[in-house]
């Protein structure tokens, strides 16, 4: 027995170095990527100088590789330096040409992956959850069609024949990430049609403004297209959690702060209970990691897991919950928000998120920001506080699926005025989940079989 007891010990120990040491590695990572953003300008310049050289010396692939990193930074000046040098591809004639050939070759040079095999074995597994029909296409007006994820854009250049897709639909991008100096994205620069791309990040949006191209943004985002209907207050559920937690299995998602977190307010007394909620992905944590890490803080007792639930499931634990707090630095429009706002649930984000766009979804109403000097505070508040939010009313009276829908269509309708093209409405009604984009009425199914049978007929053929 002492020998096992030895053992274990010795397990621990070992897994815990390991731990404080992944922990300390990913710390420092994240400072080199995000902190001390003033003092980049420096970095900034210097890649605006390779740049420039490799532009000189032909090497146009690696140029535009390091544009799309500069931009996506979000260091100062950045956004501008990168974005002034990429038009100066569009603005010459030739370095147009050889741009968009950059474009083809890399939707041409894309290979099989463990996300895509489903799409190269059969690209009729597009339909409906990452390619939906949102209008009919006639003889008299062009329909809508939609691209979830930003990996399955370039796919489906890759696998459709888009020239004649792009004669009867108008198509519309939901990226999954924030950043969009993305060759995913700006591989659909090479078509004479519109591509409308939501961005609801007004750094994003200004990029693809400023290309003055076929790309033209609409102020959405994936977490406009949540179903009220599936996450909603359960009046007979009692809330005894303090907080929950719906993300990946992955490091970015910073459950190692929250943890630390709640480690400092249990050494005061204060002991919150926390639910997470995850899935597995192609990342570097599971949920055997997570609850180590929870073990690692001496919160485990505090902490409940739950893995690949239902939406019906992750609403009954948001029911049972008091705050949703996402604590991650940089990801792409996360949905989680808003469906805990809909099951009446505030939330509270992290101060510059992203680009650090102060979004108005987050207000009196529905949440706070905060960030690690005044985490411990904002739960507190909002705990003894609770009663002062509405994010259901809110999020029903600004971010429903039909404000989304009015928003996408006059777009829309701008252009197609603008261009002399019938435009007459009729955008339905879609929800995003997990795993892709389903219709708000099953009856929608029906409705597009037409559409989806021309769709599979501009499949190419291999």
Same mark, same amino acid.
């Given at each position: 027995?002492?020998?096992?007891?030895?053992?274990?010990?010795?397990?621990?120990?070992?897994?815990?170095?390991?731990?404080?040491?992944?922990?300390?590695?990913?710390?420092?990572?994240?400072?080199?990527? #995000?902190?001390?953003?003033?003092?980049?300008?420096?970095?900034?310049?210097?890649?605006?100088?390779?740049?420039?050289?490799?532009?000189?010396?032909?090497?146009?692939?690696?140029?535009?590789?390091?544009?799309?990193?500069?931009?996506?930074?979000?260091?100062?000046?950045?956004?501008?330096?990168?974005?002034?040098?990429?038009?100066? #591809?569009?603005?010459?004639?030739?370095?147009?040409?050889?741009?968009?050939?950059?474009?083809?070759?890399?939707?041409?040079?894309? $290979?099989?992956?463990?996300?895509?095999?489903?799409?190269?074995?059969?690209?009729?597994?597009?339909?409906?959850?990452?390619?939906?029909?949102? $209008?009919?296409?006639?003889?008299?007006?062009?329909?809508?069609?939609?691209?979830?994820?930003?990996?399955? &854009?370039?796919?489906?250049?890759?696998?459709?024949?888009?020239?004649?897709?792009?004669?009867?639909?108008?198509?519309?991008?939901?990226?999954? @990430?924030?950043?969009?100096?993305? $060759?995913?994205?700006?591989?659909?620069?090479?078509?004479?049609?519109?591509?409308?791309?939501?961005?609801?990040?007004?750094?994003?949006?200004?990029?693809?403004?400023?290309?003055?191209?076929?790309?033209?943004?609409?102020?959405?985002?994936?977490? @406009?297209?949540?179903?009220?209907?599936?996450?909603?207050?359960?009046?007979?559920?009692?809330?005894?959690?303090?907080?929950?937690?719906?993300?990946?299995?992955?490091?970015?998602?910073?459950? &190692?702060?929250?943890?630390?977190?709640?480690?400092?307010?249990?050494? $005061?007394?204060?002991?919150?209970?926390?639910?997470?909620?995850?899935?597995?992905?192609?990342?570097?944590?599971?949920?055997?990691?997570?609850?180590?890490?929870?073990?690692? #803080?001496?919160?485990?007792?505090?902490?409940?897991?739950?893995?690949?639930?239902?939406?019906?499931?992750?609403?009954?634990?948001?029911?049972?919950?008091?705050?949703?707090?996402?604590?991650?630095?940089?990801?792409?429009?996360?949905? !989680?928000?808003?469906?805990?706002?809909?099951?009446?649930?505030?939330?509270?984000?992290?101060?510059?998120?992203?680009?650090?766009?102060?979004?108005?979804?987050?207000?009196?109403?529905? %949440?706070?920001?905060?960030?690690?000097?005044?985490?411990?505070?904002?739960?507190?508040?909002?705990?003894?506080? %609770?009663?002062?939010?509405?994010?259901?009313? @809110?999020?029903?009276?600004?971010?429903?699926?039909?404000?989304?829908?009015?928003?996408?269509?006059?777009?829309?309708?701008?252009?197609?005025?603008?261009?002399?093209?019938?435009? !007459? %409405?009729?955008?339905?009604?879609?929800?995003?989940?997990?795993?892709?984009?389903?219709?708000?009425?099953?009856?929608?199914?029906?409705?597009?079989?037409?559409?989806? %049978?021309?769709?599979?007929?501009?499949?190419?053929?291999?």
């Amino acid at each position: 027995m002492a020998k096992t007891f030895n053992a274990l010990c010795g397990k621990n120990l070992r897994l815990d170095i390991k731990t404080s040491t992944l922990i300390a590695t990913f710390k420092l990572k994240e400072s080199i990527r #995000y902190d001390f953003v003033k003092l980049k300008v420096i970095i900034v310049l210097f890649i605006a100088l390779i740049v420039h050289t490799l532009k000189c010396f032909g090497f146009h692939c690696h140029a535009i590789n390091y544009l799309g990193r500069l931009f996506n930074s979000g260091w100062l000046m950045a956004d501008r330096i990168a974005t002034k040098l990429f038009s100066q #591809y569009l603005s010459n004639p030739r370095s147009k040409v050889i741009l968009g050939t950059l474009l083809v070759n890399h939707t041409n040079n894309i $290979k099989p992956s463990p996300k895509t095999n489903k799409f190269f074995a059969s690209p009729k597994q597009y339909f409906p959850h990452m390619c939906i029909v949102l $209008k009919t296409a006639t003889e008299a007006e062009k329909g809508v069609i939609l691209l979830n994820y930003s990996y399955c &854009f370039p796919l489906f250049v890759k696998l459709f024949s888009i020239d004649d897709v792009l004669t009867r639909y108008y198509i519309v991008l939901e990226p999954s @990430w924030s950043g969009y100096f993305d $060759k995913d994205i700006l591989c659909y620069m090479n078509f004479n049609q519109p591509i409308f791309v939501e961005a609801p990040e007004p750094r994003d949006y200004k990029f693809i403004s400023d290309l003055r191209s076929n790309l033209i943004p609409v102020a959405l985002g994936a977490n @406009w297209w949540i179903d009220s209907r599936k996450f909603t207050p359960l009046a007979d559920v009692n809330r005894d959690v303090d907080i929950i937690m719906v993300s990946a299995w992955a490091s970015y998602k910073r459950h &190692f702060s929250v943890f630390n977190t709640i480690r400092k307010l249990k050494e $005061k007394q204060i002991v919150l209970k926390v639910v997470l909620i995850g899935y597995q992905m192609e990342m570097d944590l599971d949920i055997d990691s997570i609850q180590h890490l929870a073990r690692y #803080y001496d919160i485990v007792d505090q902490v409940e897991c739950y893995e690949a639930l239902t939406q019906e499931e992750v609403n009954y634990h948001f029911n049972r919950s008091k705050i949703n707090l996402l604590w991650s630095r940089f990801e792409g429009i996360n949905r !989680s928000i808003i469906e805990g706002m809909y099951a009446n649930v505030p939330c509270i984000l992290r101060r510059a998120f992203n680009y650090g766009y102060n979004y108005p979804y987050i207000n009196d109403s529905t %949440g706070a920001f905060a960030d690690e000097s005044d985490l411990e505070q904002t739960i507190l508040h909002m705990l003894y506080n %609770g009663a002062n939010y509405s994010p259901r009313q @809110w999020v029903l009276e600004h971010m429903s699926l039909e404000a989304g829908i009015a928003v996408l269509e006059e777009v829309i309708k701008k252009y197609s005025r603008s261009s002399n093209d019938a435009w !007459s %409405g009729g955008v339905v009604r879609k929800i995003n989940a997990l795993h892709g984009t389903y219709y708000r009425d099953e009856s929608d199914y029906v409705k597009f079989q037409k559409d989806y %049978g021309i769709l599979e007929s501009l499949i190419k053929q291999s």
